[in-house]
Nanobody, 125 residues
Framework: QVQLVESGGGLVQAGGSLRLSCAASGRTFSSYVMGWFRQAPGKEREFVGAITWRRGSTDYADSVKGRFTISRDNAKNTVYLQMNSLKAEDTAVYFC??????????????????WGQGTQVTVSS
């Protein structure tokens, strides 16, 4: 059974930092892309960034570029989202996801086969 479990969310002041973790289990993810998405109340789920397990290549949404960093620990089967210089508009539920469609676009939710349950990040201004 595939599981993605996020942790590390919480309440932080604007300008602060948080690190989210996504622990993956249940299968081999070496050929997968791991994505981070977020969803604020009343808004659609939006792409934050992604990383490839094999090469560790990363890509980010413009809104977080330079502030957020995605990394992975292959030995722990865990992906991280380091969030610095947080802003009130970063407040959302953050989800990790895994997908490997050869023809899909990892910017979109439909690319992903598995999702975590989400973790709340609240940034106070």
């Amino acid at each position: 059974q595939v599981q993605l479990v996020e942790s590390g969310g919480g309440l932080v002041q604007a300008g602060g930092s948080l690190r989210l973790s996504c622990a993956a289990s249940g299968r081999t993810f070496s050929s997968y892309v791991m994505g981070w998405f977020r969803q604020a109340p009343g808004k659609e789920r939006e792409f934050v960034g992604a990383i490839t397990w094999r090469r560790g290549s990363t890509d980010y949404a413009d809104s977080v570029k330079g502030r957020f960093t995605i990394s992975r620990d292959n030995a722990k089967n865990t992906v991280y989202l380091q969030m610095n210089s947080l802003k009130a508009e970063d407040t959302a539920v953050y989800f990790c996801a895994a997908g490997q469609s050869p023809s899909g676009n990892y910017y979109y939710t439909g690319f992903y086969d598995y999702w975590g349950q989400g973790t709340q990040v609240t940034v106070s201004s």
